[in-house]
């Protein structure tokens, strides 16, 4: 694969580039790790060329003020050089004579909205895409399992599926790639790792953000397609993957594939996932409104803004262990951590007293942290249990999730990016929820924003 030395983002104008996509490159800039890069931005708004430089500059502000000398050059040139282009993406003909214009292998990143992207890829022809181009599509890809097909099917008309980087910005957070080495290079935990040793996994990220003025994309998602049916099981198919043979991007997304493809919730779906949405409480100081008060909420449409599943990989390895997935939205306590609940000892030696608690180990996303619970002799005492933890910080990483997605794309690595059947199948998994909660199958529960979520448990995934 050779480095592609333009990035095209479409969407200039847009959210993610500004708060994401910019901050992300101008890291993996600064550290010297996209030498000589061209940024082309193209957007619907009529922008003047300093418009653009400017918000450029502004989005960099943060890794130039951290950055060596070379590293704020490097920013320093590739803002004054970069060019910005108002560009109808949908119409036929005018992305197609950029991409002739611009010459050599682009990335192309579409940072739209998804009907946007899709409509724009239908409008391309295969002869209009330069060989070694890369399509960099963000998430949500399609609407359900036959929308990924269908887009797919689409994009593999134009390009290669080695040259399709479905972004995942969880791929590139360093402590979840961690899970790699965590697993894989350390002999003691590989031989519990599995149905006999482990009772339970959750997968948590329940944020302390509502809204934050994002209904137009958000109320149409909701908790479940936001954030389970993407981030969440990707976290999973790494807890629970076979062990590759190198972290190569074939053997790595085999291994993930074929754990979704184990993967499903079962019904009756009452018992295997819940739903609810916050109303008006108080979060950090602030005051929240009731989530269907938001600006822009249709209340007709149920949204949640906390989604909690049980999944089931039915695989010699886990069967029957309760995998948990919640994530939740103006919730009190931030949580963001996967939780391996091992199974009690088989005999605890009489004598002993005090709690005899589980182990657990925890890995933390943000702050980056190793946690493991183990009971050990207490003071006083010594036959009286006591509960301690085993706590690793972890430092954080010189990029920015979306720089290690950048630096995949550019260097035309497509190990940390989402392969086209394992998007098909994370529609599949959720698919049957989506149609069971549209059929209000399931109540819609409240919560308070600000508290710690819905009152009871799913598979005791509120439990500590
Ligand atoms: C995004 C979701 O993909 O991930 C957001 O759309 C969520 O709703 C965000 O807040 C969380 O990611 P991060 O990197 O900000 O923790």
């Known amino acids: 694969q ?101 010459e050599g292998p682009v990335a192309v990143y579409f940072a ?25 599509m963000e998430k949500p890809f399609g609407s359900g399992e036959e929308s990924a097909r269908e887009l797919n099917r689409t994009l593999l008309t134009l390009v290669p599926e080695d040259h399709i980087h479905r972004v995942d910005h969880f791929l590139g957070k360093a402590t979840v790639l961690n899970i790699l080495g965590l697993r894989f290079a350390n002999n003691f935990l590989e031989p519990v790792w599995n149905r006999g040793h482990i009772a339970k996994v959750e997968i948590i990220f329940d944020e302390d953000l509502a809204l934050e003025g994002r209904a137009r994309y958000y109320d149409g998602a909701g908790a479940l397609r936001d954030m389970i049916q993407s981030h969440l099981l990707q976290i999973m198919a790494l807890m629970a993957i076979e062990p590759p043979a190198t972290i190569g991007e074939r053997d790595l997304r085999d291994a993930v594939a074929a754990v979704l493809r184990a993967s499903s919730i079962k019904a009756p779906y009452q018992a ?21 008060k938001e600006q822009g909420v249709d209340p007709g449409r149920n949204t949640e803004t906390l989604a909690e599943v049980r999944v089931d990989i039915d695989n010699w390895r886990w069967k029957d262990v309760p995998f948990i997935l919640r994530s939740g939205k103006a919730l009190g306590e931030k949580r963001k951590e996967a939780v391996v609940t091992f199974r009690p000892v088989p005999h ?61 794309v550019l260097t035309g690595d497509p190990l940390l990016s989402v392969r086209g059947d394992t998007a098909e199948e994370c529609w599949r998994v959720i698919e049957p929820v989506l149609e069971a909660w549209a059929r209000n199958a399931v109540p819609l529960e409240e919560y308070d924003a600000g508290t710690s979520g819905p009152e009871g448990r799913l598979g005791s995934a509120r439990t500590d």
């Not at 061209?38 to 450029?56: N, Y």
């Open 348 to 408: 605890l030696p009489g004598g002993f007293t005090g709690i005899d608690a589980p182990n657990k180990l925890r890995i933390g996303f943000g702050p980056d942290t190793l946690e493991l619970d183990v009971d050990v002799n207490g003071p006083g005492d010594i036959f009286r249990l006591d509960r301690t933890t085993l706590l690793a910080e972890l430092s954080a990483s010189e990029l920015l999730p979306y720089g290690e997605v950048l630096e995949g």
């Open 112 to 136: 739209l909205p998804p009907h946007v992207s899709q409509k724009a890829c239908e409008i391309l022809q295969p002869g209009q895409v330069p060989a070694g181009t890369r399509l960099v």
């Open 272 to 292: 295997s996932t819940r739903r609810a949405r916050y109303t008006a409480g108080s979060l950090d100081g602030r005051t929240v409104p009731d989530y269907v």
């Open 2 to 102: 050779t480095t592609v030395k333009t990035l095209l983002i479409l969407g200039a104008s847009g959210d993610l580039t500004g708060r994401l996509l910019l901050p992300g490159l101008a890291r993996l800039v600064a550290t010297g790790r996209a030498g000589g890069l061209r940024l082309v931005g193209a957007g619907s708004d009529p922008w003047p060329q300093e418009q653009w430089q400017d918000r450029v500059h502004t989005a960099f502000a943060d890794a130039a003020g951290t950055a060596d000398d070379a590293g704020k050059q490097a920013l320093a040139a590739l803002e004054e050089a970069t060019a910005y282009r108002q560009l109808d993406v949908t119409a036929d003909g005018p992305l197609a004579s950029l991409l002739a214009e611009l």
